[in-house]
């Protein structure tokens, strides 16, 4: 993992768990569920900041430790 992982590229995938809120430039027009909320686009935000802690907290609770 740790060869593996490069922190550079962590917005390429952090972009889709933002959500769609305030993330126009790949959702402009929201995103339309089809056969679900009357077929209006909808807007949902993504993670929390709070979350991005749950898996070190996790860690250090379980007490595994890395480089």
């Known amino acids: 993992m740790w060869r593996e992982s490069n922190p550079s590229k962590y917005l390429d995938f952090r972009t ?3 959500g769609i809120t305030g ?3 790949i959702f402009p ?3 339309v569920y089809e056969n679900c909320f009357n077929n209006e686009p909808q807007y949902y935000r993504g993670e929390t900041g ?3 802690s749950i898996i070190p907290a996790m860690d250090c609770a379980l007490g595994l430790e890395y480089p």
């Open 50 to 52: 709070a979350q991005d």
């Open 16 to 18: 889709f768990i933002m």
């Open 23 to 25: 993330n126009v430039e």
């Open 29 to 31: 027009n929201g995103v």
